[in-house]
């Protein structure tokens, strides 16, 4: 059977990969191990994977009231967050036998590539899937807005995204207790 999509994009956020159940884990090696291997069979069925990794997790930026770090300073160190997931997911992903790149959006070659869009899309086609790290490489964005673009760039067929809620409500429901889901 074909498969649906040619080529998807999966974010996931930080959160995704941590285990909130036991008390400050913010990378759970079993969480990756089973992302790891749900991506794989992806692959094998000939899609094309691309990911966007969040860091929310590890640091999230945020005024600099709440933090005393200034908001562009706040946000750089969310990017470096999410370069860590990346080589965390990275590490998973090749443990489990999947070819994989790492792409930056922030320099640091030592560790990964410079995010170039049409390398990028040349991993994909050879069945390697890129992680994106660094989101858009700019300050007062989210890895949201990232997979947005890294979309639209790479001309995937559907975004789908990992997150630790179970769908969209009114308002964020580990916060608002009376938040209401949304039917679709
Ligand atoms: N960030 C940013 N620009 C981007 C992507 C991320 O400044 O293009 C910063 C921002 O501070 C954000 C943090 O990195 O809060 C972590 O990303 P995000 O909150 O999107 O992660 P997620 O919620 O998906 O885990």
Do not use: C
Request: net charge positive; charged share 25%.
């Amino acid at each position: 059977m074909l498969p649906r999509y040619k080529r998807i994009l999966l974010k996931l956020s930080g959160e995704s990969l941590s285990n909130s159940n036991s008390g400050f884990d913010p990378l759970d090696p079993k969480i990756i191990e089973q992302y790891a291997k749900d991506i794989k069979q992806v692959t094998e069925m000939g899609v094309q994977v691309a990911i966007v990794i969040g860091g929310g997790n590890i640091y999230r930026g945020m005024n600099e009231a709440e933090s005393g770090i200034e908001r562009a300073q706040g946000d750089y160190m969310g990017m470096l967050a999410t370069v860590i997931n990346g080589m965390a997911l990275q590490s998973g992903l090749e443990k489990a036998g999947v070819n994989t790149r790492l792409q930056s959006a922030i320099k640091m070659e030592q560790i990964a590539e410079p995010y170039i869009r049409r390398r990028a899309i040349r991993h994909l086609e050879k069945g390697r899937v890129v992680i994106f790290g660094a989101g858009t490489g700019n300050p007062y964005f989210t890895t949201d807005t990232a997979a947005a673009l890294r979309a639209n760039e790479l001309e995937v067929d559907v975004i789908l995204k990992g997150i630790s809620v179970d769908g969209i409500y009114t308002a964020d429901p580990r916060k608002v207790p009376h938040a209401r889901k949304l039917n679709k």
